[in-house]
């Protein structure tokens, strides 16, 4: 649901794009963390950098 705060953000946005040069950073980024996930999720991902989960004190 669009509340006024996100209409008058997306307006300052038109108003002021972002440069291209952080519009390439930003889909850099996000290109980098698919390609971990896949990596990952077809198992070429390495052990050594896998997190473990640690359990809670009780």
Avoid: C, D
Wanted: proline share 9%; hydrophobic share 50%; no cysteine.
């Amino acid at each position: 649901m669009l509340t006024p705060r996100h209409l008058m953000r997306a307006k300052r946005w038109v108003q002021n794009p972002p440069s291209a040069r952080r519009v390439k950073f930003v889909f850099g980024a996000v290109a980098l963390a698919l390609l971990v996930v896949g990596l990952e999720h077809f198992g070429f991902w390495p052990e050594w950098a896998k997190a473990e989960r640690i359990k809670r004190p009780l």
